[in-house]
Nanobody, 116 residues
Framework: QVQLVESGGGLVQAGGSLRLSCTASRSIFNINTMGWYRQAPGKERELVASITSGGRTNYADSVKGRFTISRDNAKIRIFLQMNSLKPEDTAVYYC??????????WGQGTQVTVSS
C-alpha cells in the first residue's frame, strides 16, 4: 500500500516562509497530477496547487505569486514553497497524487499555522 508522507509544516509569523515536502513510500505508475490541498477549521478542503506529468502548474488565486509547486519525478516527491505567508493560510495541508487510472492517494496532512 502506498503512503504519502508530508513534512515541513509548523508555526511561522506572517510574512515568513515554509517549504512542504511529500514523498511516496514506493513507486506509483501512470501519475497524472500531483498536488497540495488544504483544509482550514470549519471549511472545505481546497486545492492549493497542482502540477501535471507534463509540468503544467495550477494555483489557487489566493496563493498565486506566493507559492510554488515543484516535483521530483525520479523519487516521486512534491514540494510546496510558501512565501509571504498570511494568517489565512493557516490550515492542514495534504499532498495528493492522482493516476490516469483513477487512483487517488492522500497524505496524512501537516499543520501550517501563520501567526499575525
Amino acid at each position: 500500500q502506498v503512503q504519502l508522507v508530508e513534512s515541513g509544516g509548523g508555526l511561522v509569523q506572517a510574512g515568513g516562509s515554509l517549504r512542504l515536502s511529500c514523498t511516496a513510500s514506493r513507486s506509483i505508475f501512470n501519475i497524472n497530477t500531483m498536488g497540495w490541498y488544504r483544509q482550514a477549521p470549519g471549511k472545505e478542503r481546497e486545492l492549493v496547487a497542482s502540477i501535471t506529468s507534463g509540468g503544467r502548474t495550477n494555483y489557487a488565486d489566493s496563493v498565486k505569486g506566493r507559492f510554488t509547486i515543484s516535483r521530483d519525478n525520479a523519487k516521486i516527491r512534491i514540494f510546496l514553497q510558501m512565501n509571504s505567508l498570511k494568517p489565512e493560510d493557516t490550515a492542514v495541508y495534504y499532498c495528493n497524487i492522482k493516476t490516469f487510472y483513477g487512483l487517488d492517494y492522500w497524505g496524512q496532512g501537516t499543520q501550517v499555522t501563520v501567526s499575525s
